[in-house]
Structure formats: structure tokens, C-alpha cells
């Protein structure tokens, strides 16, 4: 009768994010001005303007601020659409359509919404021309209140950041700085468990052999609001055995391993692959082998099941 191995491989994916003067002595001194003249503007910091925006008309007879924080607000005040233009710097953190919000702390917290308009997130808003409109909406306050106000983006899931930096805007996830980087997430970020199946051990091979091996197609989405690609490397992290001069997955039985193929290669620990995927959705093909190595015996060899495990780094460039 035949000993039988059970197998089980157990694989688990994580993803992981990637993310970053000479001056010649000179007693000339006209050149001093010039140096100070250079670094005044590397400090510099370059702004554009959103038009169209509200602005609050603080009363029925007052003037209407834009930005304005810690006023009173009486019962006569209303968001005036269309009234101002705000200076913003920064990155939306996907492209797409957008709304700017103006809300005032107090009583139900009044806020007012402009028309959408399209944002690229390849680019500062700094540099974008963007030009929104809106309606009258009151604030309908009974008595005198003083407010602080805060500047919103809204997208087409009414998630939303600040761009003004006010005390109204307190709680608020700031608009980022950067732009977006490209990200993927790997098998839907869960463990993947292989079933090898059932094997008489003296049957187990002793080399690596991709033709004999079971296939797995590993899902991958990718985001990457600057291109339709996203360049990749692929990492996978284990305790090793050498079986034939290959570099396989240490199991948890003695004398058995689990060779991992990509591109019909075994991978070896800490070895990089790179890969270019598309922004959507993609399949990674690996494929898994249990193997015996040759230096132990097939009696040496324990029935029953076994486990091995390995850990799939994958970093986005």
C-alpha cells in the first residue's frame, strides 16, 4: 500500500506601499544681491485662483468676505454665489469632478455648494484654471452669531478635504500636497491558501518542474491617476531548502518543500521581479510544486499533512 502526503501551501500576499549649492566666494558684491535674490525665490510658493466661488455677505447691508473667520454673522446673512476667488495650492488625490463647499461653524452648520467642476490630479491646482458658479443660499440664523468658515473640495462621493487652513476647517483631512501615487492591492488584500492535493510520497519529484506544477492566477488592481500603467517589482520572502540546486519553500515536514514558479523560473527568496501592470484590473500567474529532497530517504519521509508558507512583497515604483 502507498504512504500519502496531504498538502497544503499556505501563501500569504501584502502589499506595500513605496513612497521622496556651490556658491563661489566672491568680493564682487552686486553677486550678493544675487545669490539672496535665488533663494527668496526657491522659497516661493506659487498659488492660483478657483473663480466663482461663495463668499458671505455677513448681513443684509454688509460687504462680502471671502475667507473671512471669527465674524458676526446676523440674521440677514446669506452665501453669496459666485462672489470671490480663493487662492489654493495643492494636489486633488484622484481626478475627477469637483464641488467647492463653503461652511460656517454654528447652529446646524450652514454650508453652501458651488457647481462641479473637473480636476486633474496630475497637476498643482496652482496650475489649473478652474472656474465654478453657485446660487444664493441663507444661513438662516434667528440671532447674531460669530462663525469661523473653512473651504472645502467635495467629489462625487461627497468625500471631502480642506484647502483653507482656519480654525472652521478643524477635523477636516487637509487637500495633499503631492500628487497621487499609484497603488495596487493584491489578491483583495487576503491570504491565498493552495491545495496541493494528495500524493503517495514515493512519488514526489526531486526537481523543480514548472509542466508539473499547479497554477494559480493571483488578482491585482492597480489605481494610477498619471498614466494607464504601473511599474512593479515582486518580491517573495521564505525560509529556504535546496532541493537540486534550487531554492524551494521550507515545509513544515521533513525532507518535503514547495517550489513557487514565475515565468516557468522558480523564485527564489528575496530574488526581484519586475513587472509592468495596467490600471484596473490584472492576473499574476504562479505555480506550485511539492517536491521531496533527494537526500532524504522516502521512508524518512513523514505521512500526514504538512505546510509551508511564504510571503509575496509587491512594491509600486
Not at 473653512?150 to 472652521?168: K, S
Request: some cysteine; hydrophobic content about 35%; aromatic content about 8%.
Amino acid at each position: 500500500m502507498n504512504d500519502l502526503v496531504a498538502t497544503t501551501c499556505r501563501f500569504s500576499p501584502v502589499r506595500k506601499k513605496v513612497e521622496f549649492v556651490m556658491i563661489k566666494k566672491c568680493l564682487h558684491i552686486p553677486l550678493f544681491y544675487l545669490i539672496t535674490l535665488a533663494v527668496l525665490t526657491l522659497n516661493s510658493t506659487a498659488y492660483a485662483t478657483i473663480n466663482g466661488v461663495h463668499g458671505i455677505k455677513y448681513s443684509s447691508s454688509g460687504d462680502v468676505s471671502c475667507k473671512g473667520d471669527l465674524v458676526k454673522v446676523d440674521s440677514g446673512s446669506y452665501f453669496k454665489g459666485g462672489a470671490c476667488a480663493i487662492s489654493v495650492t495643492g494636489y486633488v488625490p484622484r481626478s475627477g469632478q469637483y464641488k467647492v463647499k463653503v461652511e460656517v461653524t454654528g447652529p446646524n452648520y450652514p454650508a453652501a455648494y458651488s457647481t462641479s467642476a473637473y480636476f486633474d490630479a496630475t497637476k498643482n491646482i496652482s496650475a489649473q484654471n478652474i472656474t465654478v458658479s453657485g446660487s444664493n443660499v441663507n444661513i438662516n440664523f434667528t440671532s447674531p452669531y460669530s462663525v469661523h468658515t473653512c473651504y472645502l473640495l467635495v467629489d462625487d462621493q461627497n468625500r471631502e478635504w480642506a484647502f483653507d487652513g482656519g480654525r472652521g476647517c478643524s477635523g477636516y483631512t487637509p487637500i495633499p500636497p503631492t500628487p497621487p501615487k499609484p497603488s495596487c492591492t493584491l489578491n483583495n488584500n487576503s491570504n491565498l491558501s493552495v491545495d496541493l492535493g494528495t500524493v503517495d510520497r514515493a512519488l514526489l519529484p526531486t526537481y523543480p518542474d514548472a509542466a508539473a506544477s499547479k497554477h494559480m492566477q493571483i488578482p491585482v488592481v492597480c489605481t494610477n491617476d498619471n498614466g494607464t500603467t504601473v511599474s512593479v517589482t515582486m518580491q517573495l520572502s521564505y525560509t529556504p531548502i535546496t532541493v537540486s540546486g534550487k531554492e524551494i519553500v521550507k515545509s513544515s515536514t521533513n525532507g518535503l518543500g514547495v517550489a513557487i514558479f514565475y515565468n516557468n523560473q522558480t523564485l527564489s527568496p528575496n530574488e526581484s521581479e519586475s513587472l509592468q501592470l495596467n490600471t484596473g484590473s490584472n492576473n499574476i500567474d504562479l505555480a506550485f510544486q511539492a517536491l521531496r529532497d533527494p537526500n532524504v530517504s522516502v521512508g524518512n519521509v513523514p505521512t500526514g499533512s504538512f505546510t509551508a508558507s511564504a510571503i509575496l512583497t509587491m512594491n509600486v515604483l
